[in-house]
């Protein structure tokens, strides 16, 4: 019986041991964290969701996973975008652009896109694809210095550098540019 009482008491002391690890290392990590930001970021953020409005219609929605914002520059750094913009069905629906990260300059009006960004109208079935991306919301324009490649039903084409005006879905592709039609 003695023995039984010992092991119980040797299990509730290591239960407790753990705890108290555990929650020291979770609370050391928020810590180092927090500590981390307060340089540069004056705000930081989770699951955020903006829309730019113009005469009291929504022009665009960003939604964003994390974001840090820097009072000082005006710019908030964030992750894993789904941007959408507002068109009508006369323009071929609203078009939405996903990517992993990027940044926003309120002032500027201006949202740079990285990493697998993908530009898509689903009403009219096209794709856009390249890796970093500039949306320039005062032109209505995306622009991108990197390879882009565009898909459309029938037709892929692909080139190096690109502006598009996704109101009057006018795609100019810079240099270097190839083309693949498919027969149906």
Request: aromatic letters at 8%; hydrophobic letters at 40%.
């Amino acid at each position: 019986m003695r023995r039984l009482i010992a092991l119980f008491i040797v299990l509730i002391c290591a239960a407790l041991v753990f705890l108290v690890v555990r929650n020291y290392t979770r609370t050391a990590a928020k810590e180092m964290f927090v500590e981390d930001l307060l340089p540069s970021v004056d705000l930081a953020l989770q699951k955020i969701s903006y829309t730019e409005t113009k005469d009291g219609e929504n022009q665009w929605t960003l939604n964003a996973k994390n974001v840090l914002y820097e009072n000082e520059s005006g710019e908030a750094t964030l992750e894993q975008i789904d941007l959408q913009l507002f068109l009508s069905e006369a323009r071929g629906g609203d078009v939405l652009v996903t990517s992993q990260g990027g940044a926003i300059n309120r002032a500027q009006k201006r949202v740079e896109l990285a990493g697998d960004v993908l530009i898509e109208q689903p009403l009219s079935s096209y794709k856009i694809r390249t890796q970093k991306l500039t949306y320039d919301a005062p032109r209505k324009e995306f622009s991108s210095l990197l390879p882009v490649q565009f898909h459309a039903e029938g037709f892929e084409v692909s080139g190096v550098g690109m502006t598009f005006d996704y109101q009057r879905r006018h795609l100019v592709l810079k240099r270097d540019v190839e083309a693949v039609f498919h027969e149906r």
